[in-house]
Nanobody, 125 residues
Framework: QLQVVESGGGLVQPGGSLRLSCAALGFPLTLDEYAIGWFRQAPGKEREEVSCISMTKSGSIKTYADSVKGRFTISRDDDKNTAHLQMNSLKPQDTARYYC??????????????WGKGTLVTVSE
């Protein structure tokens, strides 16, 4: 069974940075097309997609929500086992529980197959 585990959340001041990590335990090496997505959910709000990296046989594509574009960067390690979300210039509006998820499809639009339990990010003075 594949398990997704997030880490790196915490309390940070506005303008600060955090780096979230996503470990996929039991990642099948034969899986050469997939997508890794970062999602977040703030209190009283719907869950939203923050970023997605699509891994295809022809290359990778990264997407970002407009609210984080230019501030967040998604990346994937070559070992296929770990992904990251570098978050810079954090704003109080970024406060949410952040989830990592893996899809066996080539993008994050068909429903994610594996979800982590999330890591809390709080941006506050």
């Amino acid at each position: 069974q594949l398990q997704v585990v997030e880490s790196g959340g915490g309390l940070v001041q506005p303008g600060g940075s955090l780096r979230l990590s996503c470990a996929a335990l039991g990642f099948p090496l034969t899986l050469d097309e997939y997508a890794i997505g970062w999602f977040r959910q703030a209190p009283g709000k719907e869950r939203e997609e923050v970023s997605c990296i699509s891994m295809t046989k022809s290359g990778s594509i990264k997407t970002y929500a407009d609210s984080v574009k230019g501030r967040f960067t998604i990346s994937r390690d070559d070992d296929k086992n770990t992904a990251h979300l570098q978050m810079n210039s954090l704003k109080p509006q970024d406060t949410a529980r952040y989830y990592c998820a893996l899809s066996e499809a080539v993008d994050c639009n068909y429903g994610m197959d594996y979800w982590g339990k999330g890591t809390l990010v709080t941006v506050s003075e």
